[in-house]
Structures are given as C-alpha cells and as structure tokens.
C-alpha cells in the first residue's frame, strides 16, 4: 500500500478566504486525484494531477476555484480559493499506485469547515 | 457516465451475523474497488476486482465480481463492531492496462454491528 499524508487534516475557515492543502506520498507515483465529500455524501472527483502536465478538471470544476500544483512524483496541493460555506466538506486525495498500478489509495482527508 | 448504486443504503446488525453488501452498475465494471470509511475520516482500501468472476477475501470480508462485470458483492462473516463504519464501492473510468484512472463511486452503505 502507499503511506499518504494531508495537512492540515482540519481547518476552520472564514467566507471569502483560501485555503492550501498538502498531499504527500511516500513513493513516487504517476497519477494523483482530489476527492471531495460533503457532508452526508458520497465522493465526488475534482481534478486529476499528473505530474508535468496542468491538472484536469471535472465538470462543475474550475482552475480558478481549485488551483492544484503538482511539482513533483510525490507531493501536491489543491486551493479552495474565495472559499464560501458550501465548500465545506473533506477532501481527499488518493494516488494509484500497485504491481500492476491500478489499486488507488487515499490519504486521510482534511475536513474544512467554512463559517 | 457510470452510475453505481448501493444497497442496501444502510445496515444495522447484531455482532456475529453475517451480512452482505451490493454494488450495481448501469456499464460494464473495469477495476472495482471496495473501500471503507469511518466517519469524517479518509478511505481505507479494502480490495480490488478486475475480472469477471473474481473473488478477494481478507480476514472475515470477501467480495466478488460477476461473470457479466456489472455487479459485485461484499460479505462480511461473523460480524464484529470493528466492521462499522460506511462501505463504498468506486469503479475506474478506463478499461485498464496500467490505470483505471479516475473512481465514480457509490453513495455508500452505513454499517451499524450491535454487540
């Protein structure tokens, strides 16, 4: 399995500010995607990162919103800018990673609050 | 796009019951994955599925994947409190090779085990 981290793993947040969100990987891996899951819902895919290539985003999804940076095999970040009450939820990011690279795993969330 | 449902959409059971958990897609499964979550928490994967008729057991969980690749199960044997927590199946969005990409997943199946 792939050992993944995500800080801060909560925040509390005012209207109108951004927030930057860390995803580390123990090892390289090619893919990268960012979850998010609102409260009482099921999970629902941002953007996936690709290390060397501007992210792809999900309808419903934009740059602007949620710029990602990906500068390297192991590590990347995903801003909720201009963050209003319905961006709280957690997000989560999870790399495909395994023998084969097809098993996806998740890092730990980090639950955002926006008041 | 594919749609996945779960059923049922939750679950409460008395510790020592077996019980089983369904995930159906309107398209063809590719890289089927199982995954747990506790609440407000990341997701912690369970095991994955590629071919028809496949079948993965770890501890007192099994999953199988049918013939067809259209539906898949997940058993649980001799439930224990430690096997609460919601249960989500993700289906990958390419046809395999080296990734199945991006995860749609279902809405999740909460599991309450009574001691």
């Known amino acids: 399995s792939a050992v993944i981290s995500q800080k801060p793993s909560r925040d509390i947040c005012q209207r109108g500010t951004s927030l930057t969100i860390q995803c580390q990987v123990d090892?390289?891996?090619?893919?990268m995607f960012w979850y998010r899951q609102q409260p009482g819902q099921s999970l629902t895919l941002i953007a996936t990162?690709?290390?060397?290539?501007?992210?792809?985003?999900e309808s419903g999804f934009v740059i602007d919103k949620f710029p990602i940076s990906r500068p390297n095999l192991t590590f990347s970040t995903l801003t909720v800018s201009n963050m209003s009450p319905e961006d709280s939820s957690i997000y989560l990011c999870?790399?495909?990673?395994?023998?084969?690279?097809?098993?996806?795993?998740f890092g730990p969330g980090t639950r955002l609050t926006v008041l | 796009s594919q749609e996945l449902e779960q059923s049922p959409q939750s679950l409460i059971v008395q510790e020592g019951k077996n019980l089983t958990i369904n995930c159906t897609s309107s398209?063809?499964?590719?890289?089927l994955y199982w995954y747990k979550q506790k609440y407000g928490e990341g997701l912690i994967f369970l095991m994955m599925?590629?071919?028809?008729?496949e079948e993965k057991s770890h501890e007192k969980i099994t999953a199988k994947l049918d013939e067809k690749k259209q539906q898949s199960s997940l058993h649980i044997t001799a439930s224990q409190p430690s096997h609460a927590g919601i249960y989500l199946c993700?289906?990958?969005?390419?046809?395999?090779?080296?990734?199945?990409?991006?995860?749609?997943f279902g809405q999740g199946t909460i599991l309450t085990v009574h001691p």
């Open positions: 999870s790399v495909e990673r395994g023998f084969s690279y097809n098993e996806q795993f």
């Open positions: 090892s390289q891996v090619t893919m």
């Open positions: 990162a690709n290390q060397g290539s501007e992210a792809t985003y």
């Open positions: 398209k063809t499964l590719y890289g």
């Open positions: 599925l590629q071919k028809g008729g």
């Open positions: 993700g289906a990958g969005a390419n046809a395999g090779g080296t990734s199945y990409g991006k995860l749609t």
